[in-house]
């Protein structure tokens, strides 16, 4: 027993912290957690959650217009309506997680935390000691640093919206400009998604993101690139867009340039704990320059994706370490990703771009869905699949566009994780016709 109030503290209460939380408290540990929001964070709260409940029906009219007559209506988006079920389903969240950390034996703590020293952290006027803290206080949204900033919204307040705005201006095209992009033009706004530089999605297969890009813009999406954003202005009710080339008036305007680390206010400087906007630097072990403070999630500077399963990993991995289960540095596993846009981009593994640029060691195989009568099941209409394999014919990495992308690849991803040879693969009965038998006879 050390003299410590807990073994570990975590500031920060989402899937950085409460996927390996939960599990280390029901193993005996002490734990606390501090949070200075929303119990859960991004993801539940105004992340994937959220934004997955907003898409379904933007996925279901895409699927209905491309029916071609075989279900009837218009798809119509009665947007009022699809963010009211969203809030009706996510509202549960904070308290489902609170009661499940407290029923683990954690102890909850409501407030802004903040670093004193090594092995104790300050919440409100209260000071808890911990012989280890972890730091998982996530990203925000960025800001663009130009006059009239304020005058735009980010991702939070666009699944706030009751109404979809008229005339919609979306500036970056990383996951949330062009998710976005997908879910305002569904719902009859008038959208322009401003690009920085000539792509969009930069690290997904650029042939499959300009057939993204190229769908947006038939649905009426209009796409300028290479723009730099001068400012922004009142103007009527109204906001000017001035870019480069153009200027636009909007009725609202979505800043999704990026978003940046929670780290200013934790008192990282005082015990020399490096940080920058990207996140804060850990080494192998999560472990800041500092052995008893560790970073999760999000916050983390890392190559890796930050994404929830990412954060998970990380979580789950510290949990191990903290319960002396394992002392291992942290071996991230292949981490696969999705763009849920109409039709989904996915991919996991060694990319298209890294086994062109190694044609000795991968070889690249793009199956063309048309004429696959299974992708006839979805009314997909211009689907792909690219599979890289290794010397030994492994599936090493692949990518999808189509409907069903996510599916597909989270069901190649065992085979790319664990190298399945092609006697392994046989073995796998799995249930016909669905998604994933589709996607093991690709291989
Ligand atoms: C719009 C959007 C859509 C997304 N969609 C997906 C998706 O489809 N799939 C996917 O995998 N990922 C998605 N993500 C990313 C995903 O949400 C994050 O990777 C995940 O939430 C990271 O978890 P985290 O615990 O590291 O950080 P967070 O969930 O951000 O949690 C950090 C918590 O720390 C709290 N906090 C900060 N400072 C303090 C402090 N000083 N004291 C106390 N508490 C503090 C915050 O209030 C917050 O609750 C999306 C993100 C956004 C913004
Ligand atoms: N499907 C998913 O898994 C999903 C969905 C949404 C968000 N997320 C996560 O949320 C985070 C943030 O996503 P995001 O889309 O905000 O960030 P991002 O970094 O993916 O994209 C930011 C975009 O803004 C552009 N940009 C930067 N500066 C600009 C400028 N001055 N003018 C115009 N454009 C500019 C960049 O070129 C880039 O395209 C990421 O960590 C991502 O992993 C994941």
């Known amino acids: 027993m050390t003299a410590y109030d807990y073994d570990v503290v975590y ?93 683990s034996g954690i102890t ?8 004193v020293d090594a092995h104790t952290v300050k919440v409100n006027d209260e000071q808890l000691t911990a012989e280890n803290i972890v730091l998982a206080t996530g990203l925000r949204p960025r800001k663009l640093d130009v006059d009239g900033t304020e005058l735009t919204h980010d991702s939070k307040d666009f699944m706030d919206l009751d109404e979809m705005p008229k005339e919609l201006v979306i500036v970056g095209g990383g996951y949330i400009g062009v998710e976005f992009a997908t879910m305002a033009n569904a719902a009859d706004a008038n959208v322009t998604l401003v690009l920085h530089g000539d792509q969009a999605l930069r690290g997904f297969h650029q042939p499959y993101v300009e057939q993204v890009l190229a769908d947006l813009e038939a649905r009426g999406v209009k796409i300028l690139r290479n723009q730099e954003v001068k400012g922004f202005a009142e103007v009527d009710g109204g906001v000017e867009v001035a870019l480069s080339d ?8 979505l800043d999704a340039t990026g978003r940046q680390a929670n ?43 930050k994404l929830t399963p990412t954060a998970q990993f990380e979580s789950q991995y510290l949990m191990h370490r903290f319960a002396g289960e394992s002392d291992a540095a942290i071996d991230y596993p292949v981490i696969a990703t ?62 999808e566009i189509s409907e069903r992308a996510e599916d ?36």
């Open 408 to 443: 597909t690849i989270n069901a190649l991803l065992p085979a790319i994780e664990f190298g399945y040879t092609p006697e392994q693969l046989e073995r796998l009965v799995y249930i016909f016709p669905a998604i994933a038998f589709d996607a093991m006879t690709q291989l």
């Open 263 to 305: 780290v200013e206010d934790l008192g990282l400087e005082n015990l020399g704990i490096q940080a920058s906007d990207k996140g804060i630097e850990v080494n192998e072990y999560l472990q800041t320059a500092v052995p008893s403070i560790y970073a999760s999630g999000d916050v983390i500077d890392k190559e890796q994706p």
């Open 338 to 399: 999705n763009v849920f846009t109409t039709p989904r981009i996915a991919q996991a593994g060694v990319t298209v771009e890294a086994a062109q640029a190694d044609p000795d060691t991968y070889t690249i195989q793009e199956n063309d869905h048309n004429g696959n009568w299974y992708r006839a099941v979805d009314y997909e209409q211009d689907a792909k699949i690219t599979l890289i394999f290794n010397q030994d014919k492994q599936l090493v990495g692949a990518t």
């Open 108 to 115: 909850m703590y409501y407030g802004a935390g903040s670093l």
């Open 11 to 103: 500031i920060g209460s989402g899937h950085g912290t409460f996927d390996g939380a939960m599990p280390l408290a029901a193993k005996g540990k002490r734990v606390a957690v501090i949070e200075a929001d929303k119990v859960g964070g991004t993801c539940p709260n105004w992340g994937c959650n959220a934004k997955i409940l907003l898409d379904a029906p933007v996925a279901l009219q895409h699927t209905l217009r491309a029916s071609n007559g075989i279900v009837s209506g218009d798809g119509k988006i009665d947007w009022a309506k699809n963010k009211a079920h969203k809030q009706a389903a996510i509202d549960v969240i904070p308290d489902a997680l609170t009661s499940g950390m407290e029923g």
């Open 246 to 253: 153009a200027t636009l008036s909007a009725d609202w305007v």
